[in-house]
Nanobody
Framework: QVQLVESGGGSVQPGGSLELSCVAS???????MGWYRQAPGKQRELVAV???????TIADSVKGRFTISRDNAKNTVHLQMSSLQPEDTAIYYC?????????WGKGTLVTVSS
């Protein structure tokens, strides 16, 4: 059974930084792995994802502030977030796409507030 476990969320002041991590267990051949987020009252949206070759897709709203990295051998993905703003407040979900299915973590809350 594939499980995704996120860590690293929390509260930070505007301008601060956080790093999220996600590890996938029970999975092999993960094609795309990355992060989505859902703010209160809004739909879930892509933040950043990366394929096995290291090619990343990053939302315009976070370009230049967020960096995604991935370790294929360890089935881990990280999201380094800097210059955080109140509008980045959301539940961040780890996502992994395999050939047969798509998996989600339970989410980790990021709150940006002064």
């Amino acid at each position: 059974q594939v499980q995704l476990v996120e860590s690293g969320g929390g509260s930070v002041q505007p301008g601060g930084s956080l790093e999220l991590s996600c590890v996938a267990s029970g999975a092999s051949s993960i094609s795309m792995m990355g992060w989505y987020r859902q703010a209160p009252g809004k739909q879930r949206e892509l933040v950043a994802v990366m394929n096995t070759g290291g090619s990343a897709t990053i939302a315009d709203s976070v370009k230049g502030r967020f960096t995604i990295s991935r370790d294929n051998a360890k089935n881990t993905v990280h999201l380094q977030m800097s210059s955080l703003q109140p509008e980045d407040t959301a539940i961040y979900y780890c996502n992994a796409n395999l050939v047969v299915a798509r998996y989600w973590g339970k989410g980790t809350l990021v709150t940006v507030s002064s």
